[in-house]
């Protein structure tokens, strides 16, 4: 079966994360044929995966150039602006009404976009933003739109739509990772040549400016929630990473019949049981260094861990997408005069070897979409404390400890708990291994594609 495969711009040029997720879902389904379209990829010059036999990595598509007479370029620049007129008037609109405006506006962008180019180009859609918003009845009501929010706002839809363009090849069915860019290639795609859609969706998408105005914000958030719903209109199927992904997706209005949990796999060969513990008791947590994973809260957490396990220590082990926030958590160590004990290990040159280094590993995050982190350590037999955030608590059920987030007092007292009581460490170690291995391996996902692949192409 040929399966187009569109990722926003991860596979096969950045690690970690959905790359990750996507290198193993390809390497395993030898009897597919992968075409791989990567977003953005024409930016990069080095894969950091090497794709295997059954997948092909595919340019962006056919760029052919718009119409070039006065007559043609007039004519597409009025259906252009009629779409723009029904994309911000469907953001802005509540209801099945708005819902059946977007989807027009993107069926007519996705025409023009197979002419070459900015489907939105020429025209004036600030105006035709603010227009919108003026007449827009929404509830909860809008914040007021500036001038130059609405340049700002148009300028990131604008962007936002390009995808339109791409042109995948010919294939049994498009399978869209994340309800983003890739998703509008599969919609397009879709609509000009019949090809089913999988959507795939293991995190809420990111807002495209965080530190914009709440106007610009409120655009965004309208259409990223519009372009779900459509996804989830349009889609044969949806594979979602977890329940608490399942709920979201279904108070969004996605079918329920359409959506089904399939969570991500790990390779267990990676992640053989350890066996012996480190000699002096120890705290480890492993992830990437930002603002979301708290490790203030960790910190404050591990000052009362040594007030009641006086030799203990507390490794974080990872790297750092946040260089600001590193300096805060060694201001914060500094300040509660934890010294030697909390050490910045940096990324370890396997998660196996960084989960050895304790008898208890931590997380204290308070986004957490899929813990891959918490799968691995219970892979490994490590118990595991961690706050209840996302799909953490799904992950882990009773064979770990689970706890509010925020709670300094809370997760320290857990760890403590841990550190005293062996037999307990050893018990929930090998369950957790045990609900992993039953759960969250990697062949046990690939075979669900697999599946799925047959039903929607079906």
């Known amino acids: 079966m040929r399966v187009t495969l569109i990722t926003d711009d991860s596979y096969p040029y950045v690690k970690g994360g959905p790359g990750d997720w996507c290198h193993r879902l390809v390497h395993g389904l030898d009897r597919h044929t992968f075409h791989v379209v990567a977003l953005g990829s024409h930016e990069r010059r080095e894969a950091a995966y090497t794709l295997p036999p059954n997948a092909l990595l595919h340019p962006l598509g056919d760029r052919r150039p718009a119409p070039a007479g006065r007559l043609a370029r007039h004519g597409r620049r009025r259906a252009a602006t009629t779409a723009a007129v029904l994309l911000c008037r469907g953001l802005l609109t509540d209801g099945e009404q708005g819902a059946a405006m977007f989807a027009e506006s993107l069926r007519l962008l996705a025409d023009l976009a197979a002419a070459g180019g900015a489907p939105l180009r020429g025209v004036p859609l600030p105006d035709v933003l603010l227009d919108a918003w003026q007449a827009a009845r929404c509830e909860p009501a809008l914040p007021r739109l500036s001038v130059r929010d609405a340049r700002r706002a148009a300028d990131h839809l604008d962007r936002a739509l390009r995808p339109l363009a791409v042109r995948p090849p010919a294939a049994d069915l498009c399978h869209a990772v994340a309800a983003g860019p890739a998703l509008l290639v599969a919609l397009a795609t879709r ?23 709440p106007a ?24 979602s ?4 992904h399942q709920r979201w997706e279904l108070r969004d209005g996605a079918d329920p019949a359409k959506v089904v949990v399939v969570p991500g796999g790990v390779e267990p060969v990676r992640y053989a049981p350890l066996e012996t513990e480190p000699p002096a008791p120890a705290v480890v947590w492993v992830g990437q260094i930002a603002p979301h994973k708290d490790l203030h809260t960790l910190i404050r957490a591990f000052h009362r861990v040594r007030e009641a396990v006086p030799h203990a220590g507390l490794t974080l082990a990872g790297p750092t997408t946040d260089i600001g926030y590193l300096d805060t958590c060694r201001r914060l160590v500094e300040r509660l005069r934890l010294g030697d004990s909390v050490t910045f290990a940096g990324p370890a040159p396997s998660s196996r070897e960084a989960y050895a280094a304790g008898h208890v590993v931590a997380s204290s995050s308070i986004a957490e979409h899929t813990p891959d982190a918490l799968v691995e350590a219970m892979l490994c037999a490590r118990p595991t404390v961690s706050t209840d955030v996302g799909a ?43 609900r992993a291995l039953r759960l969250f391996t990697v062949d046990g996902m690939r075979r669900a594609y697999d599946h799925l692949y047959r039903d929607v192409a079906a």
Do not use: I, N
């Open 216 to 239: 610009v914000k409120a655009v965004l958030l309208r259409y990223h929630r519009a372009l779900r719903r459509l996804g989830y209109a349009e889609a044969a199927l949806v594979a």
């Open 392 to 434: 953490v608590a799904e992950a882990v059920g009773d064979a770990g400890v689970v706890v509010p987030p925020g709670d300094p007092v809370a997760l320290g007292a857990a760890c403590v708990e841990l550190l005293h009581d062996p037999e307990r460490r050893r018990r929930l170690g090998a369950a957790g291994r045990a």
């Open 191 to 213: 609509w000009r040549a019949g090809t089913p859609l999988l959507l795939t969706e293991d995190r809420p998408p990111a807002l495209d400016a965080a530190d914009g105005t």
């Open 241 to 244: 990473a977890s329940r608490f």
